[in-house]
């Protein structure tokens, strides 16, 4: 099954700073999913995206998916309190015997400083 | 129209006792999951189901086993429950590849905190 790592474990910013979240793999991805936890609460789908090159923005929020199908990143711009939480990156197997499985990374905990 | 919805939310077990985890879910999808969370682990996942009658183990299976007689329900059970069991356990569920719309978005359930003494 496709495993993906993701850096850094731990992120604390100032609020206003710009943060990222990386997500690498050694094999090609059919595809990446990011989504947020708030702390206490459940992940929440933010984003998929299965295109080589791929970026995405959600206001403040942009998402890339390498040309080669590797990696993936989350960049936040400006962050804000309400950005705490934990974000994950997951990518689906391509099938096969794994049909149907969502793996995530270990995830990236954003602590916000006002 | 509720969702995901886990039971119980909280249960303390003795070592060796046993349990069940019931995942409802009420949005007619095909594919369900139970994952756990434990502190700098991520998810993990520990058995999948892609339909009706059909179940598949994850990436941490030892331990549980699962059951989907009934397209809206997933139980997880613990026949024999060990410390190392202790996490917070996530159900999800999600359109097939053949259901869904293009996001393949799992929806996720509160979670359940177990405890095991």
């Known amino acids: 099954g496709q495993q993906v790592m993701q850096i850094p474990q731990y992120q604390h910013v100032q609020e206003g700073e710009d943060f990222t979240t990386y997500c690498n793999s050694s094999?090609?991805?059919?595809?990446i999913q990011w989504y947020k936890q708030r702390p206490g609460g459940h992940p929440v789908f933010l984003i998929q995206?299965?295109?080589?090159?791929e970026v995405k923005k959600q206001k403040r929020l942009t998402f890339q998916f390498g040309e080669a199908k590797k990696n993936s990143s989350l960049h936040i711009t400006a962050t804000q309190t309400t950005d705490v939480g934990t974000y994950f990156c997951?990518?689906?197997?391509?099938?096969?015997?794994?049909?149907?499985?969502?793996?995530f990374g270990q995830g990236t905990i954003l602590t916000v400083h006002p | 129209n509720a969702g995901v919805t886990q039971t119980p939310k909280f249960r303390v077990l003795k070592t060796g006792q046993s349990m069940t985890l019931l995942c409802a879910q009420d949005?007619?999808?095909?594919?369900m999951y139970w994952y756990r969370q434990d502190p700098g682990m991520g998810l993990r996942l520990i058995h999948y189901?892609?339909?009706?009658?059909?179940?598949a183990k994850g990436e941490v299976p030892d331990g549980y086993n699962v059951s989907r007689l009934k397209k809206q329900n997933f139980l997880l059970g613990l026949e024999s429950a060990a410390p190392s069991q202790t996490s917070v356990y996530f159900c999800?569920?999600?359109?097939?590849?053949?259901?869904?719309?293009?996001?393949?978005?799992?929806?996720f359930g509160e979670g359940s905190r177990l405890t095991v003494l």
């Open positions: 995206l299965v295109k080589s090159g």
């Open positions: 094999t090609t991805l059919s595809n």
């Open positions: 997951a990518s689906w197997d391509a099938g096969g015997t794994s049909y149907g499985k969502l793996t």
């Open positions: 189901s892609v339909g009706e009658g059909t179940t």
């Open positions: 999800a569920s999600s359109y097939s590849r053949a259901q869904r719309s293009n996001t393949g978005e799992l929806f």
């Open positions: 949005m007619n999808h095909e594919y």
